[in-house]
């Protein structure tokens, strides 16, 4: 009779602190696989890769994929859970990986010796903050970084340029490889990269997590794309999703710049949830009138966040 085998490990990055555990275990004439996940320290979710029991030669091999696939990802096996630094071969393919949507200000950061620039999505050179900038020289060499600028902090996910060669033709899991790899480096303080995750049960957890969290939403990027300057859009290689819902709601006044006020009710009566920005194609509707509205969250107080007028 083979021994069984188990191991534990560990991932931490930002507020993400999980574990991962798999073992495998003799069962009736063979061997399964199972696994367990989830928060550190929560009730953890369990599974397993063997519907039914198979040998131990097989059952070694699942064994092994997991363990791979998970640090591949950054887990470890130390309890402090620091990512590894990975290989570019260890992720690829036709493979969805899943971001979380940062509500921030879009920015390339260009590094090279003595300067450091910021460009918008229009192509023009813009401030970058302070503590952006010393981090990004504290790393040292020229690169350029694509990520949302949000308060002090580059939240980065993407690498376009690495010590002079142009990666933005090489697939995205390589280029995120190269990203990871420069920034644990110097492990910076004000440079972070956003958190992939390429697993169907890590995307469905990360998925709900975000909506619970009030997220904006996430983006769902194909690995072995190229870059795409622009936004995501519906059909390419990499395709934004918004936690957004709609309403029907009515109008309570009609504002001077082109937005009208609006109103529901409930138990109480009339609440008023805040204005709406009419576009210029659309008529500016009448008090009374009812409109739809697509919106991302309410706040406690009734008013809509980032609220769209469909007519």
Known sequence: MAEPKSTSLYYREGSSDKEYHVRLEAKGDGYVVNFAYGRRGS????????????????????????????????????????????????????????????????????????????????????????????????????FVLDGEAIGDCLHVFDLLFLHGEDLRAQPYSQRYVALLNLLAGGMPKHIKAVSLWTDPIDKASWLRDFKAQKAEGVVFKLMNASYTPGRPNSGGAQLKHKFVATLSAVVAKVNQQRSVGLRLLNHEGWQSVGNVTIPPNQPVPKVGAVVEVRYLYAYPDGSLFQPVYLG
């Open 43 to 142: 009730t953890l979710s369990t599974g397993t890769k063997t519907s039914t029991p198979v040998d131990y030669e097989a059952a070694g091999r699942l064994f092994d994929k997991l363990v791979k696939e998970k640090k591949a990802k950054g887990y470890t096996e130390g309890a402090a859970g620091t990512p590894y630094q990975h290989s570019a071969k260890e992720v690829s393919g036709l493979v969805w990986a899943m971001q979380e949507k940062k509500d921030g200000r879009r920015m390339l950061v260009r590094s090279e010796p003595g300067s450091v620039t910021g460009i918008n999505k229009q192509g023009l050179v813009v401030a970058v903050p302070d503590t952006i900038a010393r981090t990004a020289v504290e790393l040292a060499g020229y």
